[in-house]
Each structure stands twice: as C-alpha cells, then as structure tokens.
C-alpha cells in the first residue's frame, strides 16, 4: 500500500508555464515533507521541504502549498523551464518516536517543453 | 562540497552470482540508508545504519546484507541474484537521524 499517493505520474508544460504536483498522505505521525529532483542517471536531490505548521513555503520558483486538514501537499514550480525536466518525487517522514525514514511517493516526470 | 559516493556506477552479473555495493556517506555524517530503485519506480527503503548498527529495515531480501564500518562507510552485499534484482541501489547519508538525506548518484546493477 502506497502510503504517500502522487499525481500526475507524467507532466508536460511548456516553457514559461507552470508545474503542479500533488500528493496526499495518510498517516498522520507525518510531520515533514520533502521533495527531491531526480536527473536520469543520478541520485534524488532534496528541492524544498516544508513542515505541517505552515501552509506554504517559497524558494526560487519553487512553492510548497501544504492543507493539513486535507492531508494533501502539492509541489508548484512557477516559469518552468526545460532545465527542470526531471522526475519529482514528493516523501513523508513521521516526527521522532515514529520512523524516520522517508516514504516516497511513485514519483512525477515532468518534461518542459522549450 | 563532498557528496556521497557509490562504487562501482554500474554492475553486470550474471544469476546466482554475489555482488557487493559500496557507499562512503558525507565527511561527519554517520547515518547511511539503502534504497532499491527498479525502472520508473520510487525509491524502496532497503536498511539504514547510524553509528555502525542496523538502525531500520525495510523490503530487504534475506539474500541481502549490509553493514556500516568504523570508517561509516558501508556495503551492501548480494548474494543468489536474481533477475528481479536488477535496478539503480541508491545510498544516503545524514547527520544523526536527521531528515535531510543526501543521495549518492546510485549503481545500476544488472543482472543476465
């Protein structure tokens, strides 16, 4: 059982346009939420990460919306650029006292089209 | 900066064969974790250390065994592979249990 559901598995946009993934979760002992960028042939690099107390965080043209109530969180990527062609993926690690280790989701490959 | 390094890069075996897979995790970070990545799938959570001792296991196969060294490198050892083992073996490290994971830029181990 999936327990971190991502969508789309597979995005395209064009230059300049704007990227959306989403995910949501189930269990609730989760309490931080990173995304990696993964380039073939290369290991995940985590992008941002946000914890449940705030709503949304922003680096760069990077934006984390996150509804805790909604057990959902969604990874934005404003002016897209063919250089952020990748596959995304979104993880969900629980607080201390539960696992620490990050359950990712089946991953995004966006392509941006010039 | 140093990341973390994985070795060999790529790996042909044939079936039944053993293989061994080395990681040397960041300088001063003392936690390493295992994934598996098969073709168009997500990191599977294999086993992690934190100062030398198994710390979490996950879908690993009684086939596999891994241990971290004094030197908080570690190896991941295969035994009877098999085809379905083929895929991309990540290694991570962090600094204690920390949630900021640094990957290495994996092994992509096949198996004929």
């Known amino acids: 059982q999936q327990q971190v559901k991502q969508s789309p598995q597979s995005l395209i946009v064009q230059k300049g346009g704007i990227s959306i993934i989403n995910c949501a979760y189930e269990n609730t002992a989760f309490d931080y939420f990173p995304w990696y960028q993964q380039f073939p042939g290369k290991g995940p690099a985590l992008l941002i990460a946000i914890r449940p107390d705030v709503s949304e965080k922003k680096e760069g043209r990077f934006t984390i919306s996150f509804n805790k109530s909604a057990k959902q969180f969604s990874l934005h990527i404003m002016d897209s650029q063919p250089g952020d062609s990748a596959t995304y993926f979104c993880a969900a690690r629980a607080a201390p006292g539960g696992s620490y280790i990050p359950t990712f989701g089946r991953g995004t490959s966006l392509i941006v089209h010039p | 900066a140093a990341g973390v390094i994985q070795s060999p890069r790529h790996l042909i075996k044939e079936k039944r064969e053993t293989a061994t897979l080395k990681c040397y995790p960041i300088?001063?970070?003392?936690?390493v974790y295992w994934y598996q990545q098969g073709p168009g799938q997500d990191p599977q959570f294999l086993i992690s250390f934190y100062e030398k001792m198994q710390s979490d296991k996950g879908s690993i196969p009684d086939r596999f065994s891994a241990q971290q060294f004094s030197d908080y490198h570690s190896e991941l050892n295969m035994s009877s592979l098999e085809l379905g083992d083929s895929a991309l073996y990540f290694c991570?490290?962090?600094?204690?249990?920390?949630?900021?994971?640094?990957f290495g830029s994996g092994t992509q181990l096949s198996v004929l």
């Open positions: 300088p001063r970070h003392d936690t």
């Open positions: 991570a490290s962090s600094r204690g249990l920390n949630e900021k994971l640094f």
